[in-house]
């Protein structure tokens, strides 16, 4: 059997979302799409929420035993796989040593609540199976910005969690998307959610440009005038406000923002590499003095 067939018959859909610091791992879809589906921004609110049975990803587990080569990673595919009770995740962990022994570390996207639905004894039980990194959908830190888009969780509840899965020591990565708030909000996303990382120690903060889908709550907020979308200088301007009001302490994270003026993606780190990352916001800010949605482009630029 060629390969391409082997992952034809391994995932159920022609596309599937990964954090970026995923790439190179191994992936075993146990689930399809989002518990909650509930947030305005979100083009998961789409997809048909599914969990695939033991004996499904049993044979999903095999199909991926033939093309894994020497990989040790394995991430569980699914917008919140620690959704799902901990004894089935367990026993996922148990199958999947079977077909996939060479697999040493398991990691998942997960909500807040997931985590904070965990005991304590739950957590330390799924890093005793392999599990190191969670991948929380943060978004802001400004209760007011989460209300509006319905994601149905909490600043407080972010920093819980956070702090649970690192009593776990279970590494956790974050992702923020600036311009959640909108021009009437930013101000605050910046502040709260600077406020936020200042109380965690994450593994790896991801900051996701925010994109208005097509048949969101979003999209119809921004067409009813409900919500007033930021350009991508006035994002990346939030963006530099936000990391400036950081007071992060301890070890140092990877920060990415993937989506800088629609054109670049700035990395560093934090706390560190604070000053180097205002610079480079500078450095871009003074290079685009309007939106680069407003510039004509004759050919590629490139920023040094």
């Keep these: 059997m060629e390969t391409q067939d082997i992952y034809n018959l391994m995932y159920d859909h022609a596309e599937f979302y990964r954090p970026p610091r995923e790439e ?52 569980f595919l699914g917008c919140d796989p620690l959704a799902l009770p901990t004894d089935f995740l367990l026993d996922v962990f148990m199958l999947t040593r079977r077909y996939l022994p060479q697999v040493k570390e398991y990691s998942m996207y997960a909500r807040s609540d997931d985590v904070l639905e965990k005991s304590g004894s739950e957590l330390a039980a799924l890093k005793r199976a392999g599990l190191t990194d969670v991948h929380v959908g943060i978004e802001s830190g400004a209760d007011e910005v989460l209300a509006m888009h319905n994601k149905g969780e909490t600043a407080q509840q972010m920093l819980e969690a956070c702090l649970a899965l690192e009593r776990a020591g279970i590494a956790c990565h974050i992702s923020l998307i600036p311009g959640l708030g909108g021009r009437r909000l930013s101000k605050l996303h910046a502040e709260k959610t600077a406020q936020l990382l200042s109380q965690i120690h994450p593994a790896s903060i991801w900051c996701i440009g925010l994109a208005i889908w097509e048949g969101t709550p979003l999209a119809d907020m921004v067409r009813s005038g409900a919500f007033d979308a930021m350009d991508y200088r006035e994002m990346l301007e939030e963006l530099r406000y936000m990391i400036s009001l950081t007071g992060m302490k301890g070890p140092d994270c990877t920060f990415t923002d993937s989506s800088v003026l629609g054109l670049y993606t700035v990395e560093g780190k934090l706390p560190s590499g604070k000053e180097d990352l205002l610079h480079v916001c500078d450095h871009l800010l003074a290079a685009y003095p309007v939106a680069p949605d407003e510039i004509r482009y004759d050919g590629p630029s490139v920023i040094g």
């Design 24 to 75: 190179h791992s191994a992936f075993l879809e146990i689930a399809y799409g989002c518990r909650w589906a509930g947030c305005a921004f979100c083009d998961f609110i789409k997809d048909e929420y599914k969990v695939y049975s033991l004996k499904e990803i049993s044979r999903k587990a095999q199909l991926l035993s033939q093309v894994i080569g020497d990989q040790t990673r394995l991430h």
